[in-house]
């Protein structure tokens, strides 16, 4: 599986101011993040691309060339758009590193397929389970950072923002296990 719909590619602040607009309309957000690969002990990097994936369209933000952080982590810290994904809680600290803001409107689809009783969580065993595909996750160690991504890395960064989305969706027809909705993983800034 792998998303073939429209993307968009923001890696400068002109191009920001022109899409959050259309993020703003959406109400369920696919949300995953990239980072450059650390091949050394003690080595780490940030997040360099965020992805947001809307009903029919995906925005990926080169965060790292990006200066006005401010109204995009805006749309993170809605509660009135929910951003769902895979271990959301590591990708918003480090994304607070970034720039602070309060998140609001997270939901992990891993918590939710645990409260719904699936062992294998992650984003891959997941996809194979509920909507019967397979996702490569073959550009996953690439070098995220760099100032051009390269057509396969495009499409990955897409796709996983892509299938977040459609999970969460898919996780929602599935009844809990004896929890109610507000143990879903969700995270209203409180």
Request: negative net charge; hydrophobic residues 40%; glycine residues 8%.
């Amino acid at each position: 599986m792998e998303y073939e719909g429209p993307v968009t590619l923001v890696s400068d602040d002109s191009g920001l101011k022109t899409v959050l607009e259309d993020l703003s309309r959406e109400t369920v957000l696919g949300f995953d993040t990239e980072t450059r690969p650390a091949f050394r002990k003690g080595e780490s990097y940030l997040p360099s691309l965020l992805q947001l994936a809307g009903e029919s369209h995906v925005w990926l933000f080169q965060i790292r060339q990006l200066s006005e952080l401010g109204a995009l982590f805006e749309i993170l810290a809605r509660r009135e758009i929910l951003k769902c994904g895979a271990a959301v809680s590591r990708d918003v600290k480090e994304l607070q590193e970034l720039h602070p803001f309060k998140a609001a409107g997270f939901a992990d689809v891993g918590h939710m397929a645990e409260k719904r009783g699936f062992k294998n969580t992650g984003l891959r065993p997941l996809t194979a389970l509920l909507l019967n595909g397979r996702i490569s996750k073959s550009a996953q160690v690439s070098n995220w950072a760099a100032k051009t991504l390269e057509p396969k890395q495009i499409t990955y960064a897409a796709t996983d923002a892509w299938v977040s989305r459609k999970l969460y969706f898919a996780l929602r027809e599935i009844p809990e296990w004896g929890v109610t909705s507000d143990e879903w993983g969700v995270t209203n800034g409180e």
